[in-house]
């Protein structure tokens, strides 16, 4: 009697219950970071995974599509993880910029956010169709899901790709991640990567903000604010493009 009053409550309350138990994951991951990784791997990458990985269980628990949301008491995710609080956070991350310390970087900085996310596009697009993923609408998805994981589900949803192939751009952006995370630390010296205008240039042509942000704070934490600022205008010219032009050129390419 008692369960089932925990978990009306839990039903009634789906996005409150959401709320929270994303924030205690966040605070699991954050400790797992600094205990085993010593802050190297960050713990939005560490969350990432446990998420990815909570989904999977949850899903195949089920026997359904929603992850941890088909069950009852936990089904405020799909609210969560829907495309209205994305786009938010999207757009208020976008906010949070100011357009005019982009100017610091210079002609340098701007040109690395745009080859950043071509190159990148071009790559994952270019993988996408030796896996057999040749229509327009998944290549422009995994191809998205390579510049990051937030540029992906943005332009498969725009273009109304399958829900797996979004699923794939998803962990395309985590590798991504998380590789970039793990390897700035160690490619830094080699690069010149130590002066906030190259952290500028190396966010711009990276892209993936926490992989930046973490592989930054693990160089030189100084250059962090640098290197995440045109990460983040990489992802917004990615949301941009993803499904309007690049999407386009891929169509006219490849056909529907």
């Known amino acids: 009697m008692e369960l089932d009053r925990f978990a009306s409550v839990f039903e009634n309350n789906g996005l409150l219950v959401a709320f929270a138990l994303v924030g205690a994951l966040m ?47 936990l089904s405020g995710l799909s609210v969560m993880g829907g495309a209205m609080l994305r786009d938010f956070a999207i757009v208020s991350t976008a906010y949070g910029v100011d357009l005019k310390t982009i100017k610091r970087a210079g002609v340098a900085g701007a040109l690395s956010i745009l080859l950043g996310v071509l190159v990148s596009f071009a790559a994952g697009a270019l993988i996408a169709a030796a896996f057999g993923y040749t229509d327009a609408k998944s290549m422009a998805t995994i191809g998205g899901g390579a510049a990051t994981y937030i540029v992906g ?4 949803t725009a273009v109304g790709a399958e829900s797996d192939v979004i699923a794939l751009s998803v962990a395309a952006g985590l590798v991504k991640s998380v590789v970039v995370m793990v390897g700035t630390p160690l490619v830094a010296p080699l690069i010149g990567l130590n002066n906030p205008k190259s952290a500028m240039a190396y966010g711009g042509l990276m892209g993936t903000t926490s992989g930046v942000a973490g592989g930054l704070a693990a ?38």
């Open 27 to 73: 605070l699991v991951s954050g400790w797992l970071s600094k205990t085993l990784t010593r802050g190297r791997l960050q713990g939005s990458a560490i969350a990432i995974l446990l998420g990815l990985a909570l989904a999977y269980w949850g899903g195949s628990v089920t026997d359904g599509e929603s992850g941890l949301a088909g069950f009852a008491a």
């Open 153 to 156: 589900p943005v332009t498969g």
């Open 219 to 256: 160089t030189d934490k100084r250059l962090v604010p640098y290197g995440a600022m045109t990460a983040t205008f990489y992802t917004g010219v990615g949301c941009l493009l993803g499904p309007s032009l690049l999407y386009f050129a891929l169509r006219a390419i490849v056909g529907g």
